[in-house]
Nanobody, 122 residues
Framework: QVHLVESGGGLVQAGGSLGLSCAAS????????MGWFRQAPGKEREFVAAISWTGDDTFYADSVKGRFTISRDNAKITVYLQMNSLKPEDTAVYYC???????????????WGQGTRVTVSS
């Protein structure tokens, strides 16, 4: 059974940084693309960042480009999201997900974590 567990969320002031982690189990991690999505209160879930199974390819939503960095450590079966220069509009529950292809579309991901909450105060 596949499990994804996010950690690292919390409260931070605008302009600050947070690092999220997502530990995976129950799958051949190194064969799967990983993505981060977020859902703000009252809004639809949106794509944040994704990384290929090799880690060689990444892409980001325009809203986070240049501020967020996705990475992965296949030996540790973990994907990371480093978030810098945080803004109040980054406040959301952040979810990691895994799927067979590198994609910004949530429907292309097969398994999801429970999410970790990030709150950015102004």
């Amino acid at each position: 059974q596949v499990h994804l567990v996010e950690s690292g969320g919390g409260l931070v002031q605008a302009g600050g940084s947070l690092g999220l982690s997502c530990a995976a189990s129950g799958l051949t991690f190194s064969s799967y693309a990983m993505g981060w999505f977020r859902q703000a209160p009252g809004k639809e879930r949106e794509f944040v960042a994704a990384i290929s199974w090799t880690g060689d390819d990444t892409f980001y939503a325009d809203s986070v480009k240049g501020r967020f960095t996705i990475s992965r450590d296949n030996a540790k079966i973990t994907v990371y999201l480093q978030m810098n220069s945080l803004k109040p509009e980054d406040t959301a529950v952040y979810y990691c997900a895994t799927g067979p292809v590198l994609s910004g579309i949530g429907a292309n991901y097969d398994f999801w974590g429970q999410g970790t909450r990030v709150t950015v105060s102004s």
